[in-house]
């Protein structure tokens, strides 16, 4: 078998959608996991609505969600000479021929259709069949010569055996009177050009495909694999919108998603392999097929995707996390960390990672080791900083200074300190966690002494115990 190459081709007139980003991640890991090319084109030939920022939006969200493309991008606008060559091309094989009907006659001709009841009018062009020495000087749209009669069946990866009839297909243009080729001539002729083996993309194309295997077959061309793939539905069942939350992929970022956990999250949305439901990229990459792509529309779950992501948080290296962290404050419009808050979280990572499941939430986590004195408990904490616990946080502090830094060592005195006072040590935690963090919820206490070390440690406690 030939080197598998799929492709992703998204239209630069707006942000990359959810939907979107999941088709690139199919059409990745088919290629990745088969040794093949992943390639991107970008399908800009829409000048009024293509956008350079759309373009650089798109770019940002693949790099994001880790999504390498094999090559340049290709610019789809920038082959527009390659596409009116192939036009020229089925003409010259009596594939395609020149209309020459102006959009008034075909506009007349649909309103005759209209007042005769006919909902659907396929538009029979004079000049199909019309003698070359018939033919005007005057402009002329090359349309394909499509089969009468007969059916066109797509055989579909996903979707199985969809048949068209041919009669309820027109002559569609391939390229305009003004010599801009349209969308259909163009995709087919990328395709073929890139060397695409397997087209995976939305099942909205799937009509498209019934017109673009014409154009093949008129080049006499090799027809790709087909895998239209449904549709990203709402946890409602309805088309995904903006009224569901976030569509845009940059959201998912600014957010404070991984992307390893989108990844995983996406890959199984739609697609099932046996009982997987978290796993690595390269897992991923090995387990992925066509054949597992259901047909129906699959939902977006947000508690689905936060303890996926979750799961990928705690398995994550801490320096890929540190590193991905920091673009996350970025995409969010957030400050920078500074070198000694940089160093901290670093420290810190290996007892906040495990019980987050968004970038935010481990930073909540972590705001322990982030924060500085002088340390402001929020309402909850402040609680449990009364007399009595201030009277032994200020007891504690000397036995501190000359204590050994490790658990093993802190845990008796922390112990014996609540004994004295005849209390539980979870009731000693709690001014401590205050003193600390000015949280209620972090990190063990001993967690928390060990990532700040023993002066800040002291520090912190002296000042709540004043």
Same mark, same amino acid.
């Given at each position: 078998m030939s080197?598998?190459v799929?492709?992703?081709?998204p239209?630069?007139t707006?942000y990359l959608h959810?939907?979107?980003?999941?088709?690139a991640?199919?059409n990745?890991?088919f290629?990745?996991?088969r040794?093949?090319?992943?390639l991107?084109?970008?399908e800009d030939?829409d000048r009024e609505?293509?956008?350079?920022?759309?373009?650089a939006a798109?770019?940002?969200?693949?790099?994001?969600l880790?999504?390498?493309?094999?090559?340049?991008?290709?610019?789809?606008?920038?082959?527009k000479?390659?596409?009116?060559e192939v036009?020229?091309?089925m003409?010259?094989?009596?594939?395609?021929?020149?209309?020459?009907?102006?959009?008034?006659?075909?506009?007349a001709?649909?309103?005759?259709q209209?007042?005769?009841?006919a909902?659907?009018a396929?538009?029979?062009?004079?000049?199909?069949?019309?003698?070359?020495?018939?033919?005007?000087?005057?402009?002329?749209?090359?349309?394909?010569?499509?089969?009468?009669?007969?059916?066109?069946?797509?055989e579909?990866?996903?979707?199985?055996s969809v048949?068209?009839?041919n009669?309820q297909?027109?002559?569609?243009?391939v390229?305009?009177s003004?010599?801009t080729?349209t969308?259909?001539l163009?995709?087919?002729?990328?395709?073929?050009?890139?060397?695409?083996?397997?087209?995976?993309?939305?099942?909205?194309?799937?009509?498209n495909?019934?017109?673009?295997?014409?154009?093949?077959?008129a080049?006499?061309?090799q027809?790709?694999?087909?895998?239209h793939?449904?549709?990203?539905?709402?946890?409602?069942?309805?088309?995904?919108?903006?009224?569901?939350?976030?569509?845009?992929?940059?959201?998912?970022?600014?957010?404070?998603?991984?992307a390893?956990g989108m990844?995983?999250?996406?890959?199984?949305?739609?697609?099932?392999?046996?009982?997987?439901?978290?796993?690595?990229?390269?897992?991923?990459?090995g387990?992925?097929s066509l054949?597992?792509?259901?047909?129906?529309?699959?939902?977006?779950?947000?508690?689905?995707?936060?303890?996926?992501?979750?799961?990928?948080?705690?398995?994550?290296?801490?320096?890929? /996390? @540190?590193?991905e962290?920091?673009e996350? +404050?970025?995409?969010?419009?957030?400050? =920078?960390?500074?070198g000694?808050? #940089?160093? %901290?979280l670093s420290?810190?990572l290996?007892c906040?990672?495990?019980r987050?499941?968004?970038?935010?939430? /481990? @930073?909540?986590?972590?705001?322990f080791? +982030?924060t500085?004195?002088p340390i402001? =408990?929020d309402e909850?904490?402040? #609680?449990n %900083?009364d007399?009595?616990s201030?009277?032994?946080?200020?007891?504690?502090?000397p036995?501190?200074?000359?204590?050994?830094?490790?658990?093993?060592?802190?845990?008796?005195?922390?112990t014996?300190?609540a004994a004295?006072h005849g209390?539980?040590?979870?009731?000693?935690?709690a001014?401590?966690r205050?003193?600390?963090?000015g949280?209620t919820?972090?990190?063990?206490v001993?967690?928390m002494?060990?990532?700040i070390?023993?002066?800040e440690?002291i520090a912190r406690?002296s000042?709540?115990?004043a």
């Amino acid at each position: 078998m030939s080197q598998v190459v799929t492709r992703f081709a998204p239209s630069p007139t707006g942000y990359l959608h959810i939907g979107g980003a999941r088709t690139a991640l199919f059409n990745w890991l088919f290629a990745r996991g088969r040794g093949g090319k992943f390639l991107l084109r970008i399908e800009d030939t829409d000048r009024e609505r293509s956008t350079p920022e759309a373009t650089a939006a798109i770019l940002k969200g693949l790099t994001w969600l880790g999504l390498d493309w094999d090559g340049e991008a290709v610019s789809q606008f920038a082959r527009k000479d390659r596409h009116a060559e192939v036009a020229h091309e089925m003409l010259a094989r009596g594939t395609a021929y020149k209309c020459f009907s102006t959009p008034e006659e075909i506009a007349a001709f649909r309103a005759e259709q209209e007042a005769k009841g006919a909902s659907y009018a396929v538009f029979q062009s004079p000049w199909r069949d019309a003698d070359p020495a018939s033919h005007p000087d005057a402009p002329y749209a090359i349309r394909m010569k499509a089969p009468r009669e007969g059916e066109t069946v797509i055989e579909d990866a996903v979707q199985g055996s969809v048949t068209f009839r041919n009669d309820q297909l027109d002559d569609m243009i391939v390229l305009r009177s003004d010599g801009t080729p349209t969308y259909m001539l163009a995709v087919v002729v990328d395709d073929h050009d890139m060397g695409v083996t397997h087209v995976i993309r939305g099942d909205d194309h799937l009509n498209n495909a019934a017109r673009q295997t014409m154009v093949y077959q008129a080049m006499g061309w090799q027809i790709p694999v087909w895998a239209h793939i449904p549709l990203i539905h709402g946890p409602d069942g309805k088309k995904l919108s903006k009224r569901h939350g976030a569509t845009a992929v940059g959201d998912y970022q600014a957010q404070g998603f991984p992307a390893a956990g989108m990844r995983n999250y996406l890959t199984r949305l739609g697609w099932a392999h046996g009982d997987a439901e978290l796993f690595t990229s390269e897992e991923a990459m090995g387990m992925f097929s066509l054949e597992g792509i259901g047909r129906s529309p699959a939902r977006l779950d947000f508690k689905k995707l936060e303890s996926t992501c979750g799961w990928h948080l705690a398995r994550t290296d801490d320096a890929a /996390l @540190l590193h991905e962290i920091e673009e996350y +404050l970025a995409a969010a419009g957030q400050p =920078a960390l500074t070198g000694p808050q #940089r160093d %901290l979280l670093s420290r810190s990572l290996y007892c906040v990672k495990d019980r987050a499941k968004t970038f935010p939430e /481990l @930073l909540e986590k972590a705001h322990f080791a +982030l924060t500085s004195r002088p340390i402001v =408990a929020d309402e909850a904490a402040a #609680r449990n %900083l009364d007399t009595v616990s201030r009277g032994i946080l200020k007891e504690l502090t000397p036995r501190l200074q000359t204590a050994s830094w490790t658990k093993e060592a802190l845990e008796p005195i922390l112990t014996e300190i609540a004994a004295t006072h005849g209390i539980g040590f979870g009731k000693l935690a709690a001014p401590l966690r205050a003193a600390l963090a000015g949280r209620t919820a972090t990190p063990s206490v001993f967690d928390m002494m060990l990532v700040i070390g023993r002066d800040e440690t002291i520090a912190r406690l002296s000042d709540a115990a004043a």
